[in-house]
């Protein structure tokens, strides 16, 4: 099993990434610069934090005309895991690989903390190994993670369960209190229909050793790492 | 090509050199300067550039351990062992003037300018640190200062990917309309990664990379030594330079990785005085000469001249001088990196920096006399006269308190005391995934990992890890009412919050930030200030591997207060020796280590407090007296029992005294978004002599920590830290975190706080204040 970690120019959370993959987890895991025509032989792409080409546009909006997304485009649509962190999340929807959009925060100001969230579909290869009735504990830091579509797309998201993740306080409430960016319905993370594609605005990676204070993101990666050694034993039946 | 103006006495005093300072520059070359040249002088033999008027003094502080591998002045930024082929590089540097100016370009700049110089060492820049201080924020400009300041730091440290991990931010009239921004970076590399700013190797050829020189930031070095006046803010706008972090952060990644592939002879970042400063200082190293053509620098507006782009300050530029012969692997390094690139010279043995524009010779000068030789002065330094009137300053006028129940939530709610979370949750403080203690404790805790260091480290899964803790200190109010106390002071605190971490100080860089040094009172508070820094690094074995100089900080009401802010690393040898300042667990044993009143202090240590300033609006008493051995030994033994397994939190006394420590430890736990962790606490105080309450609970007595142990080891603790000399006994009890409440008993009374409410006044006074 197989993991590419995109780098584009301004990418900064790449080396959490693998550091995560690699080190924590003892996966395989190469970067791949944004320049590469294919993602290779990787089982799953991670498109990581950071502010791709420094984002002086919109969050995302070079980062998707780049040579690689045009290879993890067509990864996608065979069927290839990409799961988004943070700008990774938000250079999917900028590609259309997911729906909707990521705004400027309400607070209109850039926020670093930790928040609690909320599995609302465990049915996907990025949610699967979270235990039922298991909120997690993960830090964010965006100054655009709210999370905005149309009627339409949010009655499609929930329709098809494609909500993955919700911002919710300590106690498990979904409020608005709980809300660090004003994300439509508390959206943390998505995925798109097929459930091959998903990303999330909090920082998984950066919540998967005990020394910082956390490893409730293990479970993400660790639901992945499941999900495609399935993948894998359905294949060679 | 336009006309260069001709050199008159004006056009001297316009560069701010001194009539003197100009006949030194005619003696030194034997001829007149051209315009270009002069321009070149004005901004090397500034302040910011050559310490004229301070390089005397810095000669007393400490610069030598074992752990020095690069010396303060030697370079950009020094270097420390810290051990297993390792080494850390860190610096603090001020960007006061700019950010009065442009608060968001200002500030931004300033952590652009420290992230260079660490990478320009061939560290891997892994964490940034600040220290601000503005002035009172019921000020709508102050407000603007202070908002523009804080999101231009989180815009670059946040794009770059550099996790801001702590600092501190002081709020004094003084300040008003000279806010300070020192701005710290730390890096981190092998011992064998060094890399070195000088020009080494004639014949090397001389590149350029970075973006293109545009006229922004003109002399900015030359601005930040002038006193700060109206009309020189509305003249100068144009010499606050823009940054662009996600430009820094490539051309960070490209130089390691250039410096990895051993072409590298020397480089230099392109900061203050950019391309001048950058191409003598190189020579000047180097012990050789320098020759580069104006017409190969990129340029990003027509018509530039060669005093322009000499002094253009625009950011994000580095000066490399190459192995002859190896010129294409810059070109590959950068070319992938989509960065521009000029080769513009070459280094020569002739000693001089010599600067052509499409061939013709526009400067000149000797390399080493124009970096090295600048005019050293012995300022005159005479005791301000408002210290006579502080010293006279007794507790006669001042009623002792009844009642301390809302003396507590007001010095809580006092921004210098109130938590900054409305700052540092604008930074990224995680990115890198190192950090292990947030903001929001005594300081920041990172561990170094080997993809810390710049390529990664091959050592992998046998990669020796290290632990570094930061603090960042000065409470300015004190150096004012006595600089070299305070100035030790400053140091102390430091240390003692590195010790609370579990840390052992292993170095510091100063930022001194002072007022005009021609007026001799200023000076004097300069003086005694480096004289009590320089005592107190020595006292804690924290050599200082490098800093800063900020002077002429007044506005037209007079000098900020003196501020030379202090910045510490320290070494935690183990995990487990990580300590945060709450409190943990109900029943916990609540101790005082260090005498809970200097009693010998006739104000009981009121002076100069934040409770004065507060509940009685003086800004006025001699404060606490600072004894280095005590706190030492104090540090030491804290160190000690932590690493025994013995404490479970510990935090210090500083600003609000015991009673605002105490408050601190119950509600600083911070578990995530709307969700802090609080205890209680019963504490008894009434076996403690002071016979002013005011004294015991809110007085700043140095050298007292806070600590908490499980209720068994609390004996053991207690009789360690005595058997050190260290003055140790339980105060009190942890109690249940529901209902939460401080509870304080004295000779004269017991008084209760509902934690909630205390914690409520310190979280949200500053987001309350800026909405």
């Known amino acids: 099993m197989k993991f590419a970690v995109l780098q584009f120019p301004g990418s900064n959370c790449d080396q959490d990434c693998v550091h995560v993959l690699r080190s924590v987890l003892g996966r395989p895991t190469e970067l791949l610069w944004h320049k590469e025509y294919s993602v290779g032989d990787a089982d799953a792409v991670f498109i990581p934090g950071g502010f791709s080409y420094g984002d002086y546009l919109r969050t995302g909006s070079i980062a998707r005309f780049s040579p690689v997304m045009g290879a993890v485009k067509e990864f996608a649509e065979n069927g290839g895991h990409v799961f988004g962190i943070c700008n990774g999340f938000q250079i999917l929807c900028e590609a259309g690989m997911l729906p909707g959009a990521l705004i400027r925060n309400r607070s209109l100001q850039f926020r670093c903390e930790h928040v609690y969230l909320q599995i609302a579909s465990r049915v996907s290869p990025f949610t699967g190994q979270i235990p039922e009735g298991k909120n997690l504990r993960l830090p964010i830091a965006h100054g655009e993670g709210n999370y905005f579509c149309d009627d339409e797309t949010l009655q499609s998201l929930e329709a098809n369960d494609q909500i993955l993740f919700q911002y919710v306080d300590a106690e498990g409430d979904l409020t608005d209190h709980a809300n660090p960016n004003g994300s439509l319905a508390n959206i943390a993370g998505i995925c798109n229909e097929k459930r091959n594609v998903a990303g999330m605005m909090p920082h998984p990676e950066r919540a998967a050793e005990a020394a910082l204070g956390g490893t409730d993101g293990r479970l993400i990666f660790e639901s992945l790492i499941a999900a495609l050694k399935t993948q894998s034993t359905l294949a060679s039946v | 090509m336009p006309t260069e103006p001709a050199i008159t006495p004006e056009l001297v005093a316009e560069h701010n050199l001194t009539p003197e300072e100009y006949e030194g520059i005619l003696e030194l070359l034997g001829r007149a300067p051209n315009y270009t040249e002069l321009g070149i002088f004005s901004v090397m033999w500034s302040e910011h550039c050559s310490y004229k008027n301070t390089r005397a003094l810095l000669k007393g502080f400490p610069t030598e351990s074992p752990r020095v591998l690069v010396a303060a002045g030697e370079e950009n930024a020094g270097i420390l062992d810290i051990g297993d082929g390792l080494a850390i590089s860190f610096k603090i540097e001020s960007h006061n003037h700019p950010s009065a100016v442009e608060p968001f370009q200002g500030a931004a700049t300033g952590v652009g300018g420290i992230i260079r110089d660490i990478f320009t060492m061939g560290a891997r820049p892994v964490c940034a640190i600040n220290s601000l201080r503005f002035g009172e924020l019921s000020n709508p400009e102050v407000r603007r200062l202070f908002r523009g300041v804080v999101s231009g730091i989180a815009h670059y440290g946040n794009c770059f990917g550099i996790p801001t991990v702590g600092g501190e931010v002081y709020f004094d009239k003084s300040y008003e309309g000279n806010p300070l921004v020192n701005a710290f970076a730390l890096g981190v590399l092998r011992h064998d990664q060094i890399a070195r700013g000088a020009a080494k190797g004639v014949g090397n050829p001389v590149f350029y990379v970075g973006p293109a020189t545009g006229r922004d930031g003109l002399a900015g070095a030359a601005f930040a030594s002038q006193d700060l006046t109206e009309e020189s803010a509305e003249i100068q706008r144009g010499a606050v330079q823009v940054g662009d972090p996600f430009m820094e952060k490539l051309c960070m990644e490209a130089c390691l990785e250039l410096l990895a592939t051993g072409a590298v002879a020397g480089i230099q970042d392109m900061g203050a005085a950019g391309l001048t400063c950058s191409t003598c200082e190189t020579a000047a190293r180097g012990g050789t000469g320098i020759e580069i053509d104006l017409a190969k620098v990129p340029q990003r507006s027509p018509g530039m001249t060669p005093y322009e782009i000499l002094l253009s300050e625009s950011q994000e530029r580095m000066l490399i001088i190459i192995e002859q012969g190896r010129e294409e692997e810059v070109k590959r390094i950068f070319d992938k990196w989509d960065l521009p690139w000029a080769e513009i010279g070459h280094v020569t043995d002739t000693g001089q920096m010599v600067v052509k524009n ?212 320290g070494i935690i040898e183990d995990a487990a020796h990580v300590t945060t300042q709450w409190f943990k667990d109900e029943g916990d044993a609540i101790i005082l280590l260090g005498e809970p009143v200097d009693t010998e202090d006739p104000l009981h240590g009121l002076g100069g407090s934040a409770f004065l300033q507060v509940l009685h609006e003086q800004k006025t008493g001699t404060p606490a007296r600072c004894n280095l051995e005590t706190e030492r030994t104090l540090g030491t033994t804290l160190l000690g029992l932590i690493q025994s397994g013995l404490v479970k939190g510990a935090h210090d006394c500083a600003e609000g005294g015991l009673a605002v420590a105490l408050a601190e430890c119950c509600f600083s736990e911070l578990e995530g978004r709307n969700t802090p962790r609080f205890t209680g606490a019963e504490i008894d105080l009434s076996e403690l002599e002071c016979d002013r309450l005011d004294a015991l609970l809110f007085g700043e007595t140095l050298g007292r920590i806070v600590i908490t142990t499980s209720e068994l080891d609390s004996v053991k603790a207690i009789e360690r830290a005595k058997l050190m000399g260290v003055p140790a006994r339980r105060i009190g009890t942890v109690s249940a975190e529901k209902g939460a409440a401080l509870k304080i008993k004295s000779t004269t009374g017991e008084w209760s706080w509902e934690v909630a409410g205390l914690h409520d006044l310190w979280w949200n006074s500053i987001d309350n204040a800026m909405a």
């Open chain 2, 358 to 569: 499409h061939g013709e010779i526009v400067v000149d000068l000797p390399a080493s006399k124009l970096a090295d030789d600048a005019p050293l002065y012995h300022r005159e330094a005479t005791e301000p006269k408002y210290l006579a009137a502080v010293r006279a300053f007794t507790l006669e006028g001042i009623d002792d308190l009844d009642d301390p129940t809302a003396a507590l939530g007001k010095l809580l709610k006092w921004p210098t005391i109130a938590s900054k979370n409305w700052v540092y949750r604008q930074y990224d403080h995680m990115v890198r995934a190192n950090t292990m203690v947030n903001p929001g404790s005594d300081a920041a805790v990172i561990r170094i990992k080997a993809d810390s260091i710049p390529g990664g480290d091959d050592r992998n899964g046998d990669f020796p890890e290290k632990l570094l803790a930061l603090a960042v200190d000065c409470n300015a109010t004190h150096v004012y009412l006595d600089p070299f106390e305070g100035a030790k002071a400053a140091v102390a605190e430091c240390a003692r919050n590195l010790a609370c971490s579990g840390a052992t100080p292993i170095g510091s860089t100063d930022n001194l930030n002072f007022g005009n040094p021609h007026n001799p009172e200023l000076f004097w508070q300069l003086k005694e200030s480096v004289r009590g820094l320089a005592e107190g690094c020595a006292a804690f074995d924290a050599p200082v591997t490098g800093g800063n100089v900020s002077l002429y900080n007044q506005n037209p009401e007079g000098a900020i207060d003196p501020t030379p802010t202090m910045a510490m690393v």
